[in-house]
């Protein structure tokens, strides 16, 4: 009668388990209950993968999740702002399963006339008003449909864009030191699962919950004796739904968490592909990813013990008042309290009544489902801030960093109290062995991460009290990730300004000396590059991100190891148009080449997170320290 959505709760109750053997749900509570109740349970050898499992990937620094209130207070604010078709959808829904309960009625009025041997005219009336409200049933229906499936498109859509919103203003800093796996899981599977509940579990619960509420209503006009024991019946499979409503959102969070780490350990395999491959490592990242599985596999065998346990009571539940109800009525035939017309008028409203009790129960379970990978969408909002942005603006270009520590982990620091103040217009280079720093140090002074003590200010405002859009502005880091996005040379150069003119953006391909390869493109500035479009080569790729910071026009720019991609000779062709087109901006470049340290005014050397040695590539050498032997290393 109404919208059937794909992948309804019996599809899924009835899915096969991950693994034969049918075990009892797990324990609710911690990973280390989970992990003691999986031990307990499994084959030797699955008992061995688990304790590795349990000893050696404690919970890792997961995103958090919101309560069931934010999820009510989210799905409430959708509602809110689409009061009138919400309005509508339940009045033709109303309409649509009223006409629908008259029919029963109608029909137990004919059978009841043409016993009572009523006139044919008086019967044929009957029937043509029988036609007449299918008739108006199917239209109501056709209406509700459609205004159902508007509103769910309208509400996804909705929901999809806070998620992206939410998403594109993370913190980078946050969204680095968190599990990757994690915000992949959630963004793919937890949006699609949001996005089904959204879609169809909203209306169709809205729906079905109405039909049954009216089909009650005409079950107990019709006729009490024949209702209510019915209904009885039908309430005794209450409690366990109450237990469902219970216990599945919690199951289903940890299902998702499962899935979350089953993401997080395949991420980890292939990019450390080759190091995997190089230790041989292999056995033990598939061991991993077994016990991932297991792991996951008990979580998705608990919540199918839930499903199944309540689909078997509500079968039971459903087939039982029709039996009740035939014996109920014979008897009450015989004792003269029902008519037949009443006896058919009952049987068919409890017909009526199982199929929208049993979609209602099956989007109950779907919005469970749905509920759980909400929380831990809405979950990622609640990322705390890693800054909270004032309202002063910089004085002036002028950058320095005092006495920056810094720390990845707690306890471990990075950075050791650096010192650092640029003059306007200069080019830094920073120097130093692997692992020294220098990345980190960049890090923070073009305000992706806050120290952990000192500041990095400009202008005198600190960055990290800068809203990231004025940061932006005033500096920026371009790293060795150089994303293309999907579209065109010109949209991937005049993201940061989109009103730039074709003759700038040409201007800024000539800068970094990418213009002549543009202009061999067919279709110039509007060949399609990205995904699946012309492929650029990292060299370009990179040309293309420099180009793109050129008509940003930041007056400062951190480069880390912004040329190590490109061969020597580009790199210089590169660096010699930077440095026309960089005059009277501030660069601090992360140097892996020594001769762009050679070509800069001062040069930073690195060592131990602390700047051991600070001037001029010739102070330096003649200086005979640290990067004189590297400087000697390099040219001999
Ligand atoms: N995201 C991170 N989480 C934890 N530790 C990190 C992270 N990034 C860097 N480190 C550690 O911080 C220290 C400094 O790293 P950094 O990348 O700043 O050095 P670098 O001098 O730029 O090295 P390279 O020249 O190899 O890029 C290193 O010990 C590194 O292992």
Do not use: C
Request: net charge negative; no cysteine; hydrophobic share 45%.
């Amino acid at each position: 009668m109404l919208a059937t959505s794909p992948d309804t709760w019996r599809d899924r109750a009835t899915e096969p388990p991950a693994v034969p053997h049918e075990l009892e749900p797990p324990r609710e509570g911690s990973f280390t209950d989970r992990v003691t109740a999986l031990r307990r349970r499994h084959s030797l050898r699955e008992r061995r993968a688990l304790e590795n499992y349990a000893q050696s990937r404690k919970p890792e620094r997961g995103w958090p999740v919101a309560d069931n209130q934010a999820v009510l207070h989210f799905l409430r604010a959708l509602l809110r702002d689409r009061k009138r078709t919400f309005v509508l959808l339940v009045v033709l829904n109303g309409m649509a399963a009223a006409t629908g309960l008259v029919v029963p009625r109608l029909l137990g009025a004919l059978i009841n006339r043409t016993v009572a041997g009523d006139a044919a005219s008086s019967l044929n009336a009957l029937a043509v008003l029988v036609v007449v409200v299918v008739v108006a049933q199917a239209g109501f229906t056709f209406l509700a449909q459609r205004t159902s499936t508007v509103f769910g498109q309208d509400l996804l859509s909705s929901a999809r864009e806070y998620i992206v919103r939410t998403i594109l203003q993370l913190p980078l800093g946050r969204v680095e030191s968190a599990s990757s796996g994690d915000l992949v899981t959630r963004v793919t599977r937890d949006v699609g699962t949001m996005s089904r509940s959204v879609q169809y579990g909203v209306p169709m619960s809205i729906i079905s919950g109405l039909t049954v509420v009216l089909s009650i209503i005409a079950m107990l006009l019709n006729s009490l004796v024949l209702a209510v024991p019915s209904l009885m019946v039908i309430a005794l499979a209450y409690p366990q739904v109450r237990r469902y409503l219970r216990k599945a959102p919690k199951g289903y969070i940890n299902e998702g968490a499962t899935y979350s780490r089953i993401n997080s350990t395949l991420t980890e395999t292939v990019e450390g592909a080759r190091t995997v491959e190089a230790l041989g490592l292999a056995d033990r990242r598939v061991g991993a990813g077994d016990d991932d599985i297991a792991v996951s596999a008990q979580a998705e065998r608990y919540t199918m013990t839930l499903r199944n346990l309540l689909f078997a009571v509500i079968d039971v539940a459903f087939n039982l008042p029709r039996v009740v109800t035939l014996l109920v009525g014979a008897w009450g035939y015989h004792e003269g309290w029902v008519s037949l017309g009443q006896i058919t008028a009952a049987v068919l409203y409890v017909e009526a009544l199982s199929g929208p009790l049993d979609r209602l129960v099956g989007e109950v379970d779907r919005l469970q489902v749905g509920a759980a990978s909400t929380s831990r969408l809405l979950g990622i909002a609640q990322v705390p801030p890693d800054r909270t942005p004032g309202t002063q603006l910089p004085d002036g270009p002028d950058l320095v960093g005092s006495d920056l520590r810094f720390a990845y982990r707690e306890g471990h620091d990075v950075l050791h109290g650096v010192d650092l103040t640029l003059d306007t217009g200069e080019r830094l280079a920073i120097v130093g062995p692997s692992g020294s720093g220098k990345s980190t140090l960049g890090r923070l002074l073009s305000g992706i991460n806050g120290p952990r003590t000192g500041s990095v200010t400009i202008g005198d405002v600190e960055l990290v009290e800068l809203p990231l859009e004025t940061l932006r502005t005033e500096v920026a880091l371009v790293t060795q990730e150089h994303h293309v996005f999907k579209g065109s040379v010109r949209d991937n150069i005049i993201l940061a300004r989109e009103d730039s003119s074709d003759e700038a953006v040409w201007d800024a391909l000539r800068a970094v000396g990418s213009d002549d390869w543009v202009e061999r493109f067919p279709a110039g500035l509007d060949t399609q590059i990205g995904s699946g479009n012309t492929q650029l080569t990292p060299a370009q790729a990179q040309q293309i991100a420099l180009a793109r910071l050129i008509i940003a026009d930041p007056h400062t720019l951190v480069l880390d190891e912004a040329t190590s991609l490109i061969d020597p000779r580009t790199a210089r062709t590169l660096e010699g148009s930077m440095n026309a087109l960089l005059e009277g901006r501030t660069v601090v470049a992360i140097a892996h080449r020594l001769h762009t340290a050679h070509d800069a005014d001062r040069i930073a050397v690195v060592i131990d997170g602390r700047i051991v040695e600070l001037g001029s590539h010739h102070e330096l050498v003649a200086q005979g320290g640290e990067y004189a032997a590297l400087w000697r290393a390099w040219t001999s």
